[in-house]
């Protein structure tokens, strides 16, 4: 089985910045997508960034220019740095991993999801 654990997350005035962390861990064979959701009270999860292992990346457009989506391949680990964090911001961000992975002797793919870590921006 693969986990995703996150790490990173707090309270932070309106300007200030966070570094989200997401480490994917168990008999992990390869990882194509990673991507960061949030997801804020009675709100829908929403797609915030994501990247392919190539390095490709996409963006939801309310936080283009201020977020950035990186990932270490050899780590297993995905980043999301937030810059210019606005009260708007605040939710649950969650991370996510399109995982293929052995077990047995057969190889398998997962949709894992991390346990979230919140983000809390005050104004």
């Known amino acids: 089985q693969v986990q995703l654990v996150e790490s990173g997350g707090g309270l932070v005035q309106a300007g200030g910045s966070l570094r989200l962390s997401c480490a994917a861990s168990?008999?992990?064979?390869?990882?194509?997508?990673m991507g960061w959701y949030r997801q804020a009270p009675g709100k829908e999860r929403e797609l915030v960034a994501g990247i392919t292992s190539g390095g490709s990346t996409n963006y939801a457009d309310s936080v283009k220019g201020r977020f950035t989506i990186s990932r270490d391949n050899a780590k297993n680990t995905v980043y999301l740095q937030m810059n210019n964090l606005r009260p708007e911001d605040t939710a649950v961000y969650l991370c996510n991993a399109d995982v293929r992975y052995y077990s047995g002797g057969y190889y398998f793919t997962s949709n894992p999801w991390g346990q979230g870590t919140q983000v809390t921006v005050s104004s």
């Open positions: 168990g008999s992990i064979f390869s990882i194509n997508v």
